[in-house]
């Protein structure tokens, strides 16, 4: 039986928790994490459940295997809204996040940069630490590619998401960067996970290639129970036997996130694509699959591009997407009505 304790707890009710589970006879180990104490008590323990679970100050208690508590639907049933600059995860419009897969310098980012902001984007990407398959391949610009970033976000006012890969750069990313991303191969990287849960800069964790929604969410819960509630949840695609593009969008994930968590989700159509001629319909599909925001790689030259050309999208067509999806919001979501998940049906 695993006890978690509320970051509120008093210690008139900690005190009564420890006597309780005490008398019960059976070992406790007892750790933290982030703001929580969670006490650890063996399988014996699990029929003592009902009286543990009444006592002030704890927050919940799992028997079996332990699940995703804070990153629950239930834990926060009217959704969670996650502010990065003047854009709004689950507010009235679907967020668009836009820009190059790396950071290549100073012209090819400031070029992309205004043309997301004049194309209606509200977050601009681009990648400074890159997670690359080959260790050959283009690595990213690293600090370098932040300041770059930050001259970006001066010059056009969007906030910027990049990526950190190393625990070691958290904090030096999070003190130039608006949003923190975690890639697709670190999504198990849980030392990573729990340090970005210590910053209180919003999250944008992206979907393991080969993990499933319970993963996913565990991740996040990662972030969560250290302390860090802005979270957005980014599906990227998946694995699967289907070798016709670079990953499946998992189109379905959009709405079972919905039921199962109160975070936004954010859909990336370029890395579940690998190809620009799939990435407007996935967008759209996105859009209307009730997603609280797309993000879309960009390059205003996309067959000299250092990473990922084949799936970056012209300026020009940009332009377009967002217009079409401010199609789909205003047929969708109207501005009146607080946004709500698209209602499933079991
Ligand atoms: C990215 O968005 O820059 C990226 C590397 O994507 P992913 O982690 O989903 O592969
Ligand atoms: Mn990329």
New binding site residues.
């Given amino acids: 039986m695993i006890v978690v304790c509320a970051p509120s707890t008093t210690p008139e009710q900690r005190s009564r928790i420890d006597a309780e589970l005490t008398a019960l006879g059976f070992p406790v180990a007892e750790r933290e994490l982030g703001a929580r104490r969670i006490l650890e008590l063996p399988r014996a323990a699990d029929a003592c459940r009902c009286s543990i679970e009444r006592l002030a100050g704890v927050e919940r208690v799992f028997v079996g295997s332990p699940g995703v508590h804070l990153a629950a639907r239930e834990f926060r049933p009217e959704g969670t809204t996650v502010r990065v600059g003047e854009a709004v995860f689950g507010g009235d419009r679907t967020v668009v996040i836009a820009g190059p897969?790396?950071v290549e310098g100073r012209t090819q980012l400031l070029e992309v940069a205004r043309a997301a902001a004049d194309a209606g984007a509200s977050v601009l990407?681009g990648?400074a630490f890159?997670?690359r398959t080959s260790p050959y391949s283009f690595p990213g610009l690293g600090r370098r590619g932040l300041e770059l970033l930050t001259e970006a976000r001066a010059e056009t006012g969007l906030p910027i998401v990049t990526?950190v890969l190393d625990t070691r750069d958290v904090e030096f990313v999070a003190a130039h960067a608006d949003m923190l991303?975690i890639?697709?191969?670190?999504m198990h990287n849980f030392a990573l996970l729990s340090e970005v849960g210590r910053t209180r800069r919003p999250v944008l964790l992206?979907r393991g290639?080969s993990a499933t929604i319970d993963e996913l969410l565990a991740a996040a819960e990662y972030v969560l129970a250290g302390g860090n509630d802005q979270v957005v949840l980014?599906e990227?695609?998946i694995r699967t036997f289907e070798t016709s593009s670079r990953n499946t969008l998992d189109i379905g994930a959009v709405p079972l996130l919905h039921e199962r968590t109160h975070l936004p989700v954010v859909v990336?159509p370029?890395?579940a694509s690998g190809r620009r001629a799939l990435v407007r319909p996935l967008a759209l599909a996105a859009a209307a699959a009730g997603a609280e925001g797309v993000?879309v790689?960009v390059h205003a030259h996309p067959a000299e591009a250092l990473s990922d050309g084949d799936q970056a999208l012209l300026p020009a067509e940009l332009v377009t997407l967002v217009r079409e999806i401010r199609g789909i919001d205003a047929a969708l979501r109207p501005p009146s009505t607080a946004r709500q998940p698209l209602e499933t049906h079991s």
């Fill in positions: 897969c790396a990407r990648g890159k997670p990526e991303q890639g697709s191969r670190n992206k290639m980014c990227r695609g990336d370029s890395h993000m790689e």
